[in-house]
């Protein structure tokens, strides 16, 4: 099975979502005020009818699609991974030479180096606007957590000034777990409202055991 649609899965059964700004409430016209799914496309919409704020992968949504959710009431996050890459990215190959190694339990992801100026480029001056430019609310920022891995300033730095980056659209800025990179830089910085609006962590309430592909409470 594949990561994303195990980290869907994984999300959805057992989840903590805080947010810096407000709390999330569900609205009457919503049972959830919250789901995350990551491996579906557009042509799949149907099953996101019951949650307030969706987290989705915008690259295989277009405009109409989005459009359409927000119509319904739905706020629409996207998917961004700046810490790594997945071959079935269709830039996978753009930057092999930036891969650090691969992303244990996930071998068909690779680490990559969030220094590199041409990657905090792409992130921030590609990726990043095509999702705002189909209509989406925010980023669900993932594998923040190279920074922890890879314990070296550069890629601390670089990640943080994607954060950063991500910020300046003023959209949720969502970073999904992480406590490394939060902790550290509140530690130098006092505060951290300036490189994210909140945090999705997964396995609160549920557990995955790699070994035997199944789920647990």
């Keep these: 099975m594949s990561k994303i649609r195990w980290f869907a899965f994984a999300v959805i059964i057992g989840m903590l979502f805080y947010t810096l700004r407000e709390k999330c409430e569900a609205s009457d016209s919503f049972a959830y005020d919250y789901g995350v799914f990551l491996s579906i496309d557009g042509s799949m919409v149907e099953v996101l009818e019951d949650y307030e704020t969706i987290v989705i992968d915008a690259q295989y949504f277009d405009a109409q699609d989005i459009c359409r959710l927000k119509e319904e009431g739905h706020t629409v996050i996207s998917y961004i991974n700046i810490g790594s890459v997945e071959n079935f990215r269709d830039y996978y190959e753009d930057y092999e030479e930036l891969f650090l190694g691969t992303y244990e339990n996930w071998e068909e992801e690779q680490w990559v180096d969030t220094g590199d ?57 969502l970073i999904n777990g992480c406590d490394y990179i939060l902790s550290r830089y509140e530690e130098r910085k006092g505060n951290v409202t300036d490189i994210m609006t909140g945090i999705n962590q997964e396995t609160v309430f549920s557990s995955i055991d790699f070994d035997n592909e199944t789920f647990g409470y």
């Design 117 to 173: 100026r041409h990657w905090q480029q792409f992130i921030l001056e590609e990726l990043a606007p095509e999702l705002i430019e189909k209509g989406i609310d925010g980023f669900f920022v993932d594998n923040c957590d190279v920074c922890y891995n890879y314990r070296d300033n550069r890629i601390y730095d670089g990640t943080i000034m994607l954060l950063k980056g991500l910020m300046k659209y003023h959209k949720t800025v």
